[in-house]
């Protein structure tokens, strides 16, 4: 029996939330909320503008209001909220402002000059940021770390590095800058606009080199670090005297490539970094401003304006496919009857966008069929292994579609998921085997986010995709998948969360594959991870989890609540078998006493993870479907 107190507002919580849900479904039938990013994309686009002289003073002046309202007391700019000030995000910000017309005097423009200056200046910004200040002669080229085009003529296995060793993000931003390194074009700025007062120190007498201590420090990253650093010195030699022949082939192999990828629909890999640098590059290569492959870059860009009121800004990209899978499970688990015309419409809307055609997977997968699904709306080169076993399990629940075709596209779906198994064990995002972690100790790859590995909510995902299927717990790829799982547990019962923050969402995507293929949920490892998430419950019923845990693990499952993540937290527990109790309770009370009048409820903070520790994303609708989720699943059990 349910406690009365929460029978009186379970049904009428469930109804109103799926009533948002299908008021905000579009016609065609998908949904998509905002992704939204820190500041850093905003002002990433208002310097392009600059770069490719395309600057529209009114939506300028409305993207600098939306980076005021995000200044920090201190003056600095963060990567999610309640987190400290990013040097490399504050660096740009004050950047695209003072292009845009904010004198330097202007109170926002002192403050964060002084934080900038407090942190170190340009010399310890990221090298992403150090690109984007070359671009405009405010950084020394030869303060970049080496990256000769002569890359796209390496070829596996013979070359330890190569384009298809590192991940999907990381090559469509790559080769386009490799153009751009190897070009190293300058727009010069009037002297009134340089940045000059950023230097703490004069910048002719300031030091260019590289750190040779990692962070956080490791001995063998220390050995990795410091021969990376060594080869960028040799590079460096090379660029100046490389045979001119070999650079000719290699420019026309990134070009080439870029071609290719730029003229499906959706833009170069459906990210803006990748969209911005090919524009930059297909310029230097001579492509006129209004050349079809320009032109839709930019339009793809511009897509990912958001505009309120007298703000703008702008998204890293679009999650629609993801949006629209989750929205669908939500609704058929709440109780919503599975051959609804929501549903059968979505159902439709997520069959034409399989993707059948080969992408880059394929250099180590060459022996699978394509079938998953993007991301994005349209990202036919890189399809997205978490996407595609949401989308499956959201057309398993689906009633009233064409047999048939369903059953085809099961087919191909379940086929190439279970054929880019990594070897580890585990499931990545887009790629196989793309698992070489020294070379995140590359200069260039600062950001430590270079590679796509096996994670553990993947390959939890993947578990509960193959229990959806009427898999068990000794076919292969599960028993496989249950060891990654229980090499990687922590000591003290969760799992890591790579796409999700963080340690909540890992062990909430974990513990639902594992039961969803039957294994035994009272085996102590399992049970470990649910004494771990009924310790991490806050006073006030909910669980949070911030995002200074990718930092520091002992912040793991520690943090303000949110709707989202007190979603997960509930999915794991009942996936576990604690589908009462007084914690469990709490909980569902949580989610009954914030969720707002119209039926949604917010997260008032960032909830997902694009590169753990330097950037993150709020999926604005995420606490519009996981709590109904949980909601649904408490009351009907899952289905």
Known sequence: MLPSCIVTGLDSAIARAQTWLLEHQAVDGHWVGELEADTTITSEYLLLCHLIDRVNRGREHRAVRYLRRRQLPDGGFNLFEAGPANLSATIKAYFAMKMAGVDVDDPAMVKARACIRRKGGPTKANVFTKIQLALFGEYDWNGIPAMPVEIMLLRAPFFIFNIYEISYWSRTVLVPLLIIMDRKPVKWLPPHLSLDELWPEPRESTSLRFPRVPEPFEWRALFWKNFFIAMDDGLKIWERFSPRAIRKRAVEAARLWLEERMAVPGGLGGIYPAMANSILAMRLLGYPDDHPLVLGQLKEIEALAVEGGDELHYQPCPSPVWDTSLAVNALVESGLPPDHAALRLAGEWMLDRQILVPGDWQKKRSHVQPGGWGFQYGNDFYPDLDDAAVVLMALEKIQGLEPDRVRRAKERGLGWCLGMQNSDDGWASFDADNNRLYLNNIPFADHGALLDPSTEDLTGRHLELLGTFGHPTDFEAV??????????????????????????????????????????????????????LLSRQNPDGGWGETLESYDNPELA???????????????????????????????????????????????????????????????????????????????????
């Open 479 to 532: 028993r496989r998948a249950i060891q990654f799982l229980r090499r990687t547990q922590r000591n003290d019962g969760p799992w890591y969360g790579r796409w999700g923050a963080n340690y909540i969402y890992g062990t909430w995507s974990v513990l639902r594959g594992l039961r969803a293929i039957g294994e035994n949920m009272q085996q102590e490892y399992v049970q470990r991870a649910v004494r771990w």
């Open 557 to 639: 499952g520690k943090g303000d609540s949110l709707p989202s993540q007190t979603a997960w937290a509930l999915l794991g527990l009942f996936a576990a078998g604690r589908t009462r109790g007084p914690a469990v309770e709490r909980g569902v009370e949580y989610l009954l006493r914030t969720q707002q009048p119209d039926g949604a409820w917010e997260d008032p903070l960032r909830n997902a993870t694009g590169f753990p520790r330097v950037f993150f994303l709020k999926y604005h609708y995420y606490p519009k479907y996981f709590p109904l989720w949980a909601l649904g699943v408490y009351r009907h059990g899952p289905r």
